[in-house]
């Protein structure tokens, strides 16, 4: 590995954009390699087994394109497939999570005794999030909840309007949120949701969303492992998809300007 070769970035699809945004913001000079997974989207709904599946596949396509990080910018292939790519991709490549950074920030706030979660149905179903916060900090409570809806509705380009506020309402009105001191967005699409969300809770709690938290864990450990590129790449970032949809490219566009040229490669075929 060496500072100069790309980082690389995984999703199912446009969320894990907000996670590479704040990346390239704290880090101009590295250059981003975004494969978004919109053939299999959502994971929320598919198995351990399929995720982990697509995840391996996509893992080296990204060493096929020499990235020095794999960064899964997706709460659930980081639930389902953390582990299994760690192992799989050894030392060709640094493998990255979204929740541990979240654990570590969320479990550190003292201010915080009760947290909420929200993530899709195998994030939740994983209970990953409880186990580690609960690892970290005994005494912290947890209430998570499952929106299946949320990542599919961004998706479809539903954010700030009526119909997204409608949808946050009903899944925060949830009896066991209303008591919570902070919120874990655990799911990287809901970013693009962050102000209906405080909205909702007329920003009395702590919002905690993956973006500048793993873009500024990305830093540490390529500044800890002298990975941190010196000067700017003239190389331009890269997105590829598996298919091609109109919000991704739009989502791409709006985060990263209209010099965002979006390749459609099926890794599969
Ligand atoms: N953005 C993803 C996450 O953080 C997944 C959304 C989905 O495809 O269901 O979990």
């Given at each position: 590995m060496n500072a100069s070769q790309p980082i690389g970035i995984f999703d199912s699809g446009i969320g894990g954009l907000t996670v590479a945004q704040s990346v390239t913001r704290l880090l101009p000079k590295e250059q981003l390699i975004y494969f978004g997974d919109t053939a299999h989207l959502p994971y929320g709904d598919k198995s351990f087994d399929a995720i982990r599946s697509y995840s391996i596949r996509i893992a080296d396509f990204l060493l096929d394109k020499k990235c020095k990080v794999?960064?899964?910018?997706?709460?659930t292939a980081s639930a389902a497939a953390y582990d299994i790519?760690?192992?799989?991709?050894?030392?060709?490549?640094?493998?990255?999570?979204?929740?541990?950074?979240?654990?570590?920030?969320?479990?550190?706030?003292?201010?915080?005794?009760?947290?909420?979660?929200?993530?899709?149905?195998?994030?939740?179903?994983?209970?990953?999030?409880?186990?580690?916060?609960?690892?970290k900090r005994a005494d912290l409570e947890v209430a998570s909840l499952a929106t299946a809806l949320l990542a599919s509705m961004i998706e479809a380009g539903f954010y700030n309007n009526s119909v997204s506020q409608a949808v946050i309402n009903s899944y925060l009105?949830?009896?066991?949120?209303?008591?919570?001191?902070?919120?874990?967005?655990?799911?990287?699409?809901?970013?693009?949701?962050?102000?209906?969300?405080?909205?909702?809770?007329?920003?009395?709690?702590?919002?905690?969303?993956?973006?500048?938290?793993v873009a500024q864990q990305l830093h540490?450990?390529?500044?800890?492992?002298?990975?941190?590129?010196?000067?700017?790449?003239?190389?331009?970032?890269?997105?590829?998809?598996?298919?091609?949809?109109?919000s991704f490219e739009q989502t791409a566009r709006l985060f990263f300007g209209n010099a965002v040229a979006l390749n459609h490669s099926n890794i599969w075929a």
């Open positions: 794999i960064l899964i910018a997706c709460n790519l760690t192992e799989y991709v050894g030392d060709k490549a640094i493998v990255m999570n979204v929740i541990d950074p979240l654990v570590e920030k969320v479990a550190g706030d003292k201010s915080i005794q009760k947290v909420g979660i929200i993530g899709t149905k195998t994030t939740v179903a994983s209970g990953v999030y409880e186990k580690k916060l609960k690892d009105s949830y009896p066991d949120f209303q008591d919570i001191q902070g919120i874990i967005l655990a799911c990287t699409h809901y970013p693009l949701i962050r102000k209906e969300i405080e909205f909702y809770f007329h920003s009395r709690i702590k919002v905690f969303d993956s973006t500048d938290i540490d450990v390529l500044f800890k492992q002298n990975l941190l590129r010196p000067e700017s790449s003239n190389m331009p970032h890269e997105f590829y998809v598996s298919d091609y949809t109109p």
